[in-house]
């Protein structure tokens, strides 16, 4: 049952995370291709206002396309529709945990929790779970509003394909398919592949 909500939680959360990108795109005058929820071959698609929306198979995040609207935006308009996603989470963090906690402080442990987690996933990550399904239990709106926090930081962090790899692909001008980003791709998927394996330990552990 834990595992299960943890997982509806997330789902919540890259509902939001997208919806906020898609928003933004079509203020600023560009219509997503489409919209996975998830990633993978596709399970099932329906067409609306221009756009596919897909369920894929693999559950984990998501991706609003644009196609080559995005990369004929300016810079700085690229790095709106980018940053929109983790800004509506931040957002939403702040206005469940702002009444009860230290949001700020959430959202700025976030990277340092990752990192400590992910090298010691049997103690320190396992821990953290616990800690957090103990305020899911106590306080449900501020562990929701916690969760928020800490996925909007964390994508912020330079992944490829994560908002904070395409901003600084955005300040460069680097296309996606651009050969300089074949390696730091590379690293940055082998270091997320290391990173979610590890907390998938420490998921697995924690809720043990």
Not at 9 to 32: D, E, K, N, S, W
Not at 77 to 86: A, I
Not at 98 to 118: D, K, N, T, V
Not at 187 to 194: E, K, P, Q, R, T
Request: proline content about 7%; overall charge positive.
């Amino acid at each position: 049952m834990s595992g299960a909500l943890l997982f509806g939680l997330g789902v919540g959360l890259i509902v939001l995370f997208h919806a906020a990108q898609v928003v933004c795109g079509r203020a600023l005058g560009i219509v997503p291709e489409s919209v996975g929820l998830f990633v993978g071959p596709k399970l099932a698609s329906f067409k609306a206002g221009g756009t596919e929306y897909r369920l894929n198979l693999v559950p984990s995040g998501g991706a609003v396309d644009f196609g080559d609207q995005f990369s004929e935006l300016p810079a700085l308009k690229q790095c709106l529709v980018v940053l929109s996603g983790p800004v509506a989470l931040l957002a939403f963090g702040f206005l469940l945990y702002g009444f009860s906690g230290s949001p700020g402080l959430a959202f700025l442990r976030a990277i340092p929790q990752l990192l400590q987690g992910a090298f010691s996933p049997s103690e320190v990550g396992a821990s953290l779970v616990r800690a957090y399904m103990s305020l899911l239990a106590a306080n449900p709106v501020a562990a929701i509003g916690v969760l928020a926090l800490k996925v909007s930081a964390l994508n912020l962090l330079p992944f490829p394909g994560s908002p904070g790899g395409m901003i600084w692909r955005s300040v460069l001008r680097l296309k996606a398919e651009d050969p300089r980003l074949l390696v730091p791709r590379l690293l940055g998927s082998i270091a997320g592949m290391g990173l979610g394996f590890s907390w998938l330990a420490a998921i697995w552990q924690g809720l043990a």
